[in-house]
Nanobody
Framework: QVQLVESGGGLVQPGGSLRLSCIVR????????MGWYRQAPGKQREWVSS???????TCATSVKGRFAVARDNAKNTLYLQMTSLRPGDTAVYYC??????????WGQGTQVTVSS
């Protein structure tokens, strides 16, 4: 059964850091393109950052220079290192996997709140 489980969210002050993790249960992780998305209250879900199966990374302009995506294929785990956090980064963060066959899988999300 395919399962993506995010963790690492929480409450952090502006300027702080968090590292999100997404453990993928399934045999498709190494061959999947992985991504992070977020959804703030009252807003649509937006793309944050991605990493291909080959390790190429991209990220949204709004987080460039502050967030970094990485993957550990040996641990079937995706990471998002977030630094210099701002109140505008407050959202539920979701992990996404797109398999080599084009199937898309989502995690349940983890809440990140940036507030003083």
């Amino acid at each position: 059964q395919v399962q993506l489980v995010e963790s690492g969210g929480g409450l952090v002050q502006p300027g702080g850091s968090l590292r999100l993790s997404c453990i993928v249960r399934g045999s498709f992780f190494n061959s999947s393109d992985m991504g992070w998305y977020r959804q703030a209250p009252g807003k649509q879900r937006e793309w944050v950052s991605s990493i291909t199966s080959g390790g190429r990374t991209t990220c949204a302009t709004s987080v460039k220079g502050r967030f970094a995506v990485a993957r550990d294929n040996a641990k079937n785990t995706l990471y998002l290192q977030m630094t210099s956090l701002r109140p505008g980064d407050t959202a539920v963060y979701y992990c996404n996997a797109v398999t080599s066959r084009g199937y898309s899988h989502w995690g349940q999300g983890t809440q990140v709140t940036v507030s003083s």
